[in-house]
């Protein structure tokens, strides 16, 4: 028998290889897992987890062979009457793949005889609107992580709607304070069902790497890594290094990552005449990236900003990465930013959109090596606190006992202290706790009804 459910968009990914340390570290504490993607990933060529995690994933069928398995198992009558009416009355509803989803996976748990009570997924996307459906025909508890622009932008046509999402979870979890703020302003009715848990870091592999790093090549060595893309800021960086080399000051700065603003970026560094001090190297594995940190760079730069629809990083997890590594940072005062780089202690920030600023800030590191030291220190002390996947795990599991419909386990409990969490779960009386489900009759049901915004 299973614990939980984990239902991803994509899974496992390169792009996401924070909800692969969540899976994993969940394990390693005991929890078992039943692992759903609506998109096969097999085929990515780029990978950092172990291939053998694919063999665990239950992969949902393609868009046609999944309408039609679902057709499939309605003229065997496997499925609750209610996933029948929904698709028979759903007129010009959009978003209508979730629905075919949600069944497949309900029946599949079902199959399986996982005995599971609750979904976990991550991103108010694609994943949270199947798991409401799962909610509404099985009859399961729910729950997801909000990260970016999945609550920063504006969503577009989707049913449920994302105020139904929010209604209906038991547990949502935000990876920063700011978007706590945020979500709690924007939907007060659920606050009080909401926790932070930040994405958890595999921090070892960093301090061992730094610990054998032959550093001597990491003098005046600035590093950046992220899609080329407009939140990440590149192009402010870029403008920076053209007021440092105005300065008079010696360095040298790599940017990893590739994506559609290559040109312009290429473009950029050529038009300032850079190509001796900025150079675009494409997208590195892990390992590279890592070995990039711990003995070629002194400072790491992120000049993230608001792009103009609104999308903006919210955590990101190469500061992490170079704080696990002992480097300082260099970033922008945006979003949940200032809750990893702590000003004046692990790096410096300044406004977005401010490529000026950034290069004074850049220019006083460069200038003071011990400073460099000591905050690359200090970052790796608090990346320890607050960021290492064996303390984020575990407020994680801790949430799911208090907040969610998940399986009790005795032995999971006693070894992770989990009793004051379940305890407190037997005394809520949340609808989103125990959802009944309803059942539908041919000639009264009325979709909208039927979804009821819970």
Aim: hydrophobic share 45%; with cysteine; glycine share 6%.
């Amino acid at each position: 028998m299973f614990h939980l459910a984990y239902i991803f968009e994509r899974f496992p990914t390169f792009t996401q290889t924070f909800c692969v340390r969540e899976v994993l570290e969940l394990e390693r504490l005991g929890v078992r897992l039943v692992i759903f993607s609506i998109h096969d990933t097999r085929d990515e060529v780029v990978r950092n987890f172990p291939s053998e995690l694919f063999d665990r994933v239950h992969f949902l069928p393609q868009e046609e062979k999944l309408y039609d398995e679902v057709r499939r198992l309605i003229d065997q009558q496997k499925l609750p009457q209610s996933v029948i009416l929904t698709l028979r009355f759903w007129g010009h509803h959009p978003d209508k793949k979730r629905v075919y989803e949600a069944a497949w996976i309900g029946h599949k748990l079902r199959e399986l005889n996982a005995r599971v009570r609750h979904a976990h997924t991550h991103f108010a996307g694609i994943g949270a609107r199947t798991c409401w459906w799962l909610r509404k025909f099985f009859g399961l508890s729910f729950s997801f992580t909000a990260h970016a622009n999945d609550i920063f932008c504006e969503p577009g046509a989707q049913c449920p709607p994302m105020p139904f999402l929010f209604q209906s979870a038991s547990l949502i979890v935000t990876e920063s304070e700011y978007a706590m703020r945020l979500v709690q302003n924007q939907f007060p009715d659920a606050a009080d069902r909401m926790r932070m848990v930040h994405n958890g870091l595999d921090i070892t592999p960093f301090i061992k790497a730094r610990r054998k790093a032959d550093r001597s090549h990491s003098s005046f060595c600035i590093l950046s890594v992220g899609r080329l893309i407009e939140k990440k800021g590149h192009d402010d960086l870029i403008t920076a290094c053209a007021l440092l080399r105005d300065r008079g000051l010696k360095f040298h700065c790599r940017i990893v990552g590739d994506g559609p603003l290559e040109l312009q970026l290429k473009s950029q560094i050529s038009n300032l005449r850079l190509t001796e001090q900025v150079t675009l190297i494409g997208s590195l594995p892990m390992t590279k990236i890592m070995h990039l940190l711990a003995e070629e760079t002194q400072i790491f730069a992120l000049a993230c900003k608001t792009e103009r629809e609104g999308g903006k990083d919210n955590l990101p997890t190469v500061l992490m990465d170079a704080m696990a590594a002992g480097i300082p940072c260099v970033a922008t005062r945006l979003a949940g930013i200032p809750e990893m780089v702590i000003d004046g202690m692990t790096g410096l920030l300044c406004d977005e959109n401010q490529p000026e600023q950034f290069a004074g800030l850049l220019a006083a590191l460069l200038e003071d090596p011990v400073r460099c030291d000591a905050m690359g220190a200090a970052g790796l002390a608090h990346a320890q606190r607050n960021f290492a996947k064996e303390v984020t795990a575990r407020e994680l599991l801790r949430a799911f006992a208090a907040s969610s419909a998940m399986r009790f386990d005795l032995s999971l409990a006693l070894r992770e202290k989990l009793f004051g969490g379940f305890l407190q779960r037997m005394f809520n009386r949340a609808p989103q706790l125990r959802h009944q489900v309803v059942k539908a009759r041919d000639k009264s049901f009325d979709l909208d009804r039927f979804m009821g915004g819970a």
